[in-house]
């Protein structure tokens, strides 16, 4: 499941960024696990509350994360309601948070059973 989910390369690139050490890779990997959902719960609440600028901010974060990680589809989902965050109606903009949320679970499954597998 996870290949399809996380682009192996992206997570490749990033340990080549940080120097080489898996340790390291694994503690960014546990800090987007803990912050992941807490960005979402950002999302969530600024979708809930109509504050425009609040989601688009939090769509930003989460998706440049995801990309780090891989997790191809959570980033287009991000970058998509990042630009709908100006323009389209409250009730689309929560589908896509809701959207978002379903792909964050994913990503966040993918990347633990990559960090069991490769351990």
Same mark, same amino acid.
């Given at each position: 499941?996870?290949?399809?989910?996380?682009?192996?390369?992206?997570?490749?690139?990033?340990?080549?960024?940080?120097?080489?050490?898996?340790?390291?890779?694994?503690?960014?990997?546990?800090?987007?696990?803990?912050?992941?959902?807490?960005?979402?719960?950002?999302?969530?609440? @600024? =979708?809930?509350?109509? #504050?425009? +600028? $609040? *989601? !688009?901010?939090?769509?930003?974060?989460?998706?440049?994360?995801?990309?780090?990680?891989?997790?191809?589809?959570?980033?287009?989902?991000?970058?998509?309601?990042?630009? @709908? =965050?100006?323009?389209? #109606?409250? +009730? $689309? *903009? !929560?589908?896509?948070?809701?959207?978002?949320?379903?792909?964050?679970?994913?990503?966040?499954?993918?990347?633990?059973?990559?960090?069991?597998?490769?351990?």
């Amino acid at each position: 499941m996870s290949d399809d989910v996380i682009d192996p390369a992206a997570l490749e690139r990033l340990l080549a960024a940080i120097g080489g050490d898996p340790e390291d890779l694994r503690e960014l990997l546990g800090d987007f696990q803990q912050e992941g959902p807490r960005t979402l719960s950002q999302m969530q609440s @600024a =979708a809930h509350a109509g #504050d425009r +600028d $609040a *989601l !688009r901010i939090s769509a930003h974060s989460l998706k440049s994360n995801a990309r780090d990680f891989g997790a191809v589809a959570l980033a287009t989902e991000c970058e998509g309601t990042e630009h @709908a =965050a100006a323009t389209d #109606d409250l +009730d $689309a *903009l !929560r589908a896509r948070v809701g959207v978002i949320a379903a792909e964050l679970d994913r990503a966040r499954t993918a990347l633990a059973e990559m960090a069991q597998r490769d351990g």
